[in-house]
Each structure stands twice: as C-alpha cells, then as structure tokens.
C-alpha cells in the first residue's frame, strides 16, 4: 500500500475478464485462452454458433453496442477478471468491462467509475495493462480536463501498451486466431471483425508491405477500406463503420500523455525480450502469415512504439532487456512488480492550478 494510504484501481488487458450471457451463463472463459476450449466454456454451443454468439452490432456514431451478441435473444455481458496474469500487484479494485466494445465507450465507463468511487479525499493508483492502458490513456482525453481527472487519480502505470497497435490485432481480424481451438477459428473470425476494440488496435504504422517488405501506399494500410480489397462491407467481411472508429481512436491516442501532465505521475513499462511482429506481407495478392519482427514484448513492438507515442510526462520510463517476461504475463514479472512498488512509494504530483 503507499504511504499516502491511495487504493489501486487495475484495468486489465484484452481477454481476461470472462463473457457471460444474461442468464449468468460462461460463454467466454478466460482461464481457458490459448488452450484447447471445451464445449462448456462456450455456453454449449457448437462450433458453427460461436460466430454468432460472440459477434456484436454497432451503429455507425454511437459508442455503446447495439447488440452484445448476434444469436437471437441473447446478451452478453462482462464477467469475472482473470486474477492469475496480476498475482502480486497492490490491487485493491478491478475494472471489468466487455474488452470487445469500442474502446471508447470503455473509457467513459472508466470516467464513470472515478467519478462515483471516490478514494476518501485521496486519489487513485490506477494500473492498465494491454488494451486496458489504452483505456486509461483515451479516458484521460475524454475527461472534461486534465485537472479533472488529476483530481480523482495521482499515479498511472501503463504495462505493455499498444499505444500506436499490434500486428497481433491486425493477426486476428486478417486470419482468426485458434486460441478456441482449431474448430471455432471460423466462427471466432467472424465474430473478431465485429469487435472496434480489435480495428482500434491496429498498428498506427505501414504494417502491410510487398514481398520485398516494402510498405504499400497510404491508400492500402490497414486502417482504411483499401487495404481490404473485397473485404470491406460484405458478409462475414471488414466494416467500414470499426475501420473509421480505429482512425478516430488513433488521432486520439496520439501524445497520450498530453492529458495525463503536470497532475499525474505517469510511469510507461515496456518489454524488449520477445520477438514482435510489425508487418504483414502481401503476396500475388494476398496477405500471408510471415511476420517480420522486432524485439518487443511479444505484442507490441518497442521501437516502433517508442518512436510513435514521444517521451512520457516526466520521463518515467523503463523498457526491460532482461529475464521479464511475455506480454500476457508482464505484470506478475518480480521486476516489473518491484518497480511499480517504487514507484507508488513516490509522493503525490501537486494538482495543476487553474
């Protein structure tokens, strides 16, 4: 606990808070990522259904989901936070949210909770991890002002956040992954091109080169509808809608520390041990899974990240060479750990005047 006694709100990453249908039903089981999935850890449901379980409806210019599932008469919901990726942290309070959801929408939630879960006249620690930094990051510049939110939170630490993508977003929308297993790739294909999360995710770099690893023009980069020729707006394809929504979401994150100073202590945590995709190569037409890498912490790419977001507020920022540990598994790393402690044993930034 730090001395000035502030409680720790976690946002955790992509996946590790399970989806429940509206009768309290798993339909989505964290603990089981990347493993073999049981029939169970669907709600029942047969492979061909999951498309339809697990995919959502947006309208165009509205954050919050139409529908949180397309099979008829279901919600889906959020469910439990995956406590095991964040054994050892100082958490105190968890933020479960539907990591599915325009990651926006997410972030005024976020607002939310600040706004109604006060900290006794103290202010929160809050840890982002993954997709759940970006949330934090995007809350920061939907605050009403940055005096606003330093009010409410004096320290951020940012682990292993896509602030300028993934290869590994782009890596689900393009080929599915069989994190479910082999026989519901299809169907988890189909549902991922339903998620803004996944397109706002989507590397803010030329990810798409030529077999020579040259990058494509403008006009075919991922994050607009040429880059997906005959994908885009066809059944079971790429919307126009979650592509337009990954541009908007990058102008937003771009100098994600803007909003964080002078109030709020920032401190930004990287890894530089795995091996990181950062393109995708197009080959008589189309895209192939032959990665061209860069060290990172398997998820996002370190330099390209580094030279994209600028420095952080107060320069607060560590990018580990060492023993630490992949991605999903950051934040249990001793090393990481024992710096956040530090780093939380630190006095409270004065709130700006004004």
């Known amino acids: 606990m730090p001395p000035d006694g502030a409680r720790t709100l976690l946002v955790p990453g992509t996946q590790a808070t399970t989806l429940r249908d509206h009768l309290g039903n798993v339909v989505y089981n964290a603990v089981r990522v990347q493993l073999v999935i049981g029939r169970g850890d669907l709600g029942d449901r047969d492979p061909d259904e999951v498309g339809m379980l697990l995919g959502m409806e947006h309208v165009p210019g509205k954050l919050k989901p139409e529908r949180t599932s397309l099979e008829d008469g279901m919600h889906v919901v959020r469910g439990d936070v995956l406590r095991t990726p964040y054994d050892g942290l100082p958490v105190t309070d968890w933020f479960r949210y539907d990591w599915r959801a325009d990651l926006r929408y997410n972030a005024y939630k976020l607002l939310q909770l600040?706004?109604?879960?006060?900290v006794d006249g103290g202010r929160w620690n809050v840890i982002g991890h993954s997709q759940g930094a970006l949330i934090i990051v995007l809350a920061s510049k939907l605050a009403v002002s940055p005096r606003w939110l330093a009010e409410r939170v004096g320290r951020v630490v940012l682990v292993g956040g896509p602030l300028a993508g993934t290869v590994r977003a782009l890596e689900a929308i393009l080929f599915g992954r069989a994190d479910l297993g082999e026989a519901n790739l299809p169907g988890i294909l189909a549902a991922a091109r339903t998620w803004p999360a996944l397109y706002q995710m989507l590397p803010a770099w030329p990810a798409a080169v030529d077999d020579d690893n040259r990058p494509l023009p403008p006009e075919e980069r991922f994050t607009v509808p040429g880059g997906w020729p005959g994908l885009v707006d066809v059944p079971g394809g790429v919307s126009s809608d979650l592509l337009q929504r990954a541009r908007e979401t990058q102008a937003l994150l771009t100098g994600p520390f803007s909003h964080l100073a002078p109030g709020v202590d920032t401190l930004v945590i990287m890894g530089k041990r795995q091996m990181t995709p950062i393109s995708v190569p197009r080959k008589d037409g189309a895209f192939v899974q032959e990665y061209r890498n860069q060290k990172g912490d398997?998820?996002?790419?370190?330099?390209?990240?580094?030279?994209?977001?600028?420095?952080?507020v107060h320069d607060r920022r560590k990018?580990?060479?060492?023993?630490v540990q992949a991605h999903a598994m950051l934040c249990v790393d001793p090393d990481v750990q024992k710096l956040i402690g530090t780093f939380f044993e630190q006095p409270l930034p004065p709130l700006p005047t004004g």
């Open 298 to 312: 398997s998820l996002v790419p370190e330099k390209i990240t580094q030279t994209l977001i600028g420095p952080p």
């Open 114 to 118: 600040l706004e109604s879960e006060g």
């Open 319 to 323: 990018v580990f060479t060492g023993k």
